[in-house]
């Protein structure tokens, strides 16, 4: 069985200052993926970024990025000059098979971090 | 607008009617999931379809759940015998069939049976 844990329910950052959402998770597969998804209040969820575990180096998508230690089962999301769009619900989650022919797997995802933006 | 669309929106129903609800995926996709999200949670997987084919119905949560996909376009959530257990946000995602496709959602169905 796979899990996903998100330690912090809530966080609150300045707006422009730089904030770090934790993730940790658990699996026995070799191969897997890892991903941060973004839940604005009543709207859709939107992915934001995204890590291979096989790819040593860390993702970075504008101004978010990750700091991916495999052997710690860490995956924490990292966002730069925090904007006050970039309130919402964050979710860590991880999927162990993505290739067609069966196995296929939905996210296994963490309970969320609610992250607050101060203007 | 070319996302993935759930209709509808809102549901209330009273316990122990039955509910359908409709995921219509992006077009291109060939994959398709459906999640449960409760209040205070993340997302559950609950099935998933390549096209057509049923791959993975286990994590249904129970028999009184039943999904189907018949032309391998739109697809369908049936929830039979409702409880107050089951109100939660019902989400459908799709993505391409390819290695580490990712799974773009929907707006979802929020049930609310009383």
């Known amino acids: 069985a796979q899990t996903v844990t998100q330690s912090q329910p809530e966080m609150s950052v300045q707006e422009a200052e730089t904030v770090t959402l934790s993730c940790t998770y658990d699996?026995?597969?070799?191969?897997?993926?890892l991903f941060w998804y973004k839940q604005p209040p009543s709207r859709q969820m939107i992915l934001v970024i995204r890590q291979e575990a096989y790819k040593q180096q860390n993702a970075t998508e504008n101004r978010f990025s990750v700091n991916f230690q495999k052997a710690a089962k860490s995956f924490s999301l990292k966002i730069s000059d925090s904007q006050l769009g970039d309130a919402a619900m964050y979710f860590c989650a991880l999927t162990s098979t993505m290739y067609s022919g069966g196995g296929a797997d939905g996210l296994t995802f963490g309970k969320g971090t609610h992250l607050i933006i101060q203007p | 607008d070319t996302g993935v669309s759930q209709n509808p929106r809102h549901k209330i129903t009273k316990r122990g009617q039955n509910v359908t609800f409709r995921c219509d995926p992006i077009s291109e996709h060939n994959r398709l999931y459906w999640y449960r999200q409760t209040l205070g949670q993340g997302p559950e997987f609950l099935t998933y379809?390549?096209?057509?084919?049923?791959?993975?119905k286990s994590r249904l949560l129970s028999d009184r759940f039943s999904a189907e996909r018949p032309k391998g376009s739109f697809s369908t959530l049936e929830i039979q015998r409702t409880e107050q257990g089951d109100s939660a946000m019902y989400l459908c995602a799709s993505s391409l069939d390819l290695l580490a496709s990712t799974q773009y959602f929907g707006p979802g169905t929020r049930l609310t049976v009383l």
């Open positions: 699996t026995s597969e070799s191969d897997y993926y």
């Open positions: 379809f390549q096209n057509e084919a049923q791959l993975e």
